[in-house]
T-cell receptor, first 113, second 113 residues
Framework: KAGVTQTPRYLIKTRGQQVTLSCSPI?????VSWYQQTPGQGLQFLFE???????NKGNFPGRFSGRQFSNSRSEMNVSTLELGDSALYLC????????????FGSGTRLTVV | AQSVTQLGSHVSVSEGALVLLRCNYS??????LFWYVQYPNQGLQLLLK??????LVKGINGFEAEFKKSETSFHLTKPSAHMSDAAEYFC???????????FGTGTRLKVLA
């Protein structure tokens, strides 16, 4: 059974640009969440999607957005990149709403220069 | 509101010794609690979870954790450390009915030969 797949694994962007990260959840999983991991702030919740609807959103500026498609694949977009957006972005999926515990992907390492 | 405190950002143990990683939580509602492990350049792997069933939870790789409501703790233990246990460990809490995880700041475990 394939795990959570995130693409690309590494990305280098320039300040002011925008970026789109992709996440393919485990087959059959309908809940997808995104987290940002940085040395200073640790793991912070970005948003969670279930059945193409955003159910929860973390405390991030509007430059961070996401969406989920009918096949449960998800994308997150960051516009007008800032140096502080450099981080490991982790996607996680779960079968459905419930205390199942998320399965995380290996992440996308974004570096903003 | 939920929060998690992990005591000790770095823990060193000798190979074969007991591993004890501490996690205290705060939650205004019955919590779900999780322990994750992260190896370098990888995502998070679920070790175990507490979802209000048995208070002693057994996970993968010989790890277990005990939910103690009176102490608001969910400490992670392993009787005998192995070199392959060296990694960063994260405790997380979520309130039932939500899918937002609050993560602790992590404990980096070093296993000495």
């Amino acid at each position: 059974k394939a795990g959570v797949t995130q693409t690309p694994r590494y990305l280098i962007k320039t300040r002011g640009q925008q970026v789109t990260l992709s996440c393919s959840p485990i087959s059959g999983h309908r809940s997808v969440s995104w987290y940002q991991q940085t040395p200073g702030q640790g793991l912070q919740f970005l948003f969670e999607y279930f059945s193409e609807t955003q159910r929860n959103k973390g405390n991030f500026p509007g430059r961070f957005s996401g969406r989920q498609f009918s096949n449960s694949r998800s994308e997150m977009n960051v516009s007008t990149l800032e140096l502080g957006d450099s981080a490991l972005y982790l996607c996680a999926s779960s079968p459905q709403q419930g205390p199942y515990g998320y399965t995380f992907g290996s992440g996308t390492r974004l570096t903003v220069v | 509101a939920q929060s998690v405190t992990q005591l000790g950002s770095h823990v060193s143990v000798s190979e074969g010794a007991l591993v004890l990683l501490r996690c205290n939580y705060s939650s205004s509602v019955p919590p779900y609690l999780f322990w994750y492990v992260q190896y370098p350049n990888q995502g998070l792997q679920l070790l175990l979870k507490y979802t209000s069933a048995a208070t002693l939870v057994k996970g993968i790789n010989g790890f277990e954790a005990e939910f103690k409501k009176s102490e608001t703790s969910f400490h992670l233990t392993k009787p005998s450390a192995h070199m392959s246990d060296a990694a960063e460990y994260f405790c997380a809490v979520s309130a039932s009915g939500t899918y937002k995880y609050i993560f602790g700041t992590g404990t980096r475990l070093k296993v000495l030969a």
